[in-house]
């Protein structure tokens, strides 16, 4: 168990230096929407064809997309490729009560967003934390297409998920809980929000066994092979009607960056 636990800290430390190298080269200008509590979310559009959103992980920023092929390869497929920095993340604010992050915020912001954008119907590919999101605009929002979830499996359907505790009370300064001090060293080094990041893992969503078992969209689960975070990927999929699992190469840090993944992003949408 501790050593899935370090794995998981590990991966998050390298999913936050990978959000922080992408937003520090890019240099782009994008936009704000004003969301349903006047929390300001940045976000990018480009393309002009059927909508994608692309919705990271923990600590992340939407530039982190543009690190991997994905983003380009939608680009180049002809879609309109839409890009956040999720409430208390990057370039959008950061809230510190609980009432900013409780109640499916995160999954509203999209949703709200995509209705300024008068957006009819979309796709979103979520990675880590961002399919967690992906799975509540599968419960939400009825004009979503198609969800792909990469790097989750079943765990966070548990609302009391230890590594979502875990990380919780380590935010909060509880120095009790050791396997975390690597995080927690690199969270402070690079003067992260903590509150923010603290009040995301507090109210972070689960989604139910029989929420899951309503959707009738279609579904991929996307798993690398060297990664073993977040549950199983296969009882997942037999929580979701008519989804399927597909495996690309790398652990949870480097799958969602390969061009195996890119691959299987766009067959699926095409599909």
Known sequence: MKSI???????????????????????????????????????????????????????????????????????????????????????????????????DAEAKDIIGLMTSLNIKQYDAVGYSRGSIITSRLLVLDK??????????????????????????????????????????????????DNTALALQQKYQPSTSIQELAAVHIPVLIIRGTEDKTSGSETALRDLIPGSAVAYVPGDHNRASHTPEFSVAVLKFLKD
């Open 143 to 192: 004009r979503l297409h198609k969800a792909i979830m990469g790097g989750m499996g079943d765990a966070y359907i548990n609302p009391e998920w230890p590594t979502r505790v875990h990380a919780y009370r380590a935010l909060m300064g509880d120095t009790t809980l050791h396997d975390v001090d690597d995080m927690m060293k690199y969270i402070h080094s690079q003067h992260f």
């Open 5 to 103: 636990a370090r794995l998981t800290i590990l991966s998050i430390l390298l999913l936050i230096a990978t959000g922080l190298r992408a937003q520090s080269q890019t240099g782009v200008t994008g936009n704000y929407f004003t969301s349903f509590d006047s929390t300001k979310i940045y976000y990018e559009v480009k393309g002009t064809g059927y909508p994608v959103i692309l919705i990271h992980g923990f600590s992340g920023t939407g530039q982190g997309w543009k690190n991997g092929p994905l983003y380009n390869d939608l680009l180049n497929a002809g879609y309109k490729v839409i890009i956040i920095d999720q409430r208390g993340n990057g370039r959008s604010d950061k809230p510190h009560t609980d009432a900013a992050y409780a109640n």
